[in-house]
């Protein structure tokens, strides 16, 4: 099996490895990107490794926030919650790990079409008459 040099620490790596031992780098990743995106990615100042963790952050709590307005039976503080959810999940898409931030926008805007639903059928008063 070959050996590369890892770009974080340029220690030798076996290609098969799934990170870095010494530095913890995701060799695979880096494999499966393509040569432009790596360099973006890779050659870059610190700062904007924090740019990307904050992107992601958001992506992350777009996607909790919309699981909290999807299950929360206030449909006015839903309806708020989703838009907070789906305004985090479009700002976490810039970041490469973006997964949580499309799920986040997804449920956000099924939590939002949701509330919005039952506010305009008047279901939600209804609720309160216990
Ligand atoms: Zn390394």
């Known amino acids: ?10 220690r030798s790596v076996s290609e098969q490895a799934k990170e870095c031992p ?14 432009y995106e790596y360099a973006r990615d890779h050659f870059k100042p610190d700062s904007m490794d924090d740019e990307e963790k ?3 952050n ?5 996607f909790i926030l919309a699981l909290v307005s999807l299950f929360l039976p ?14 985090l999940g479009i700002s976490g898409l810039k970041a490469k790990k973006r997964g949580f931030a499309i799920a986040g926008i997804v449920i956000g805007v ?21």
């Open 58 to 62: 958001n992506g992350t709590i777009s």
């Open 22 to 35: 010494q530095c913890g780098y995701p060799i695979q990743d880096m494999k499966t990107t393509d040569p």
């Open 110 to 130: 099924i939590a939002l079409i949701g509330a919005l639903s039952l506010l305009v059928s008047g279901e939600y008063f209804e609720l309160w008459d216990f």
């Open 54 to 56: 904050k992107l992601s």
């Open 1 to 10: 099996m070959a050996l590369i040099t890892c770009p974080e620490c340029e």
């Open 74 to 87: 206030i449909p006015v503080i839903d309806a708020l919650i989703a838009v907070g959810a789906i305004i």
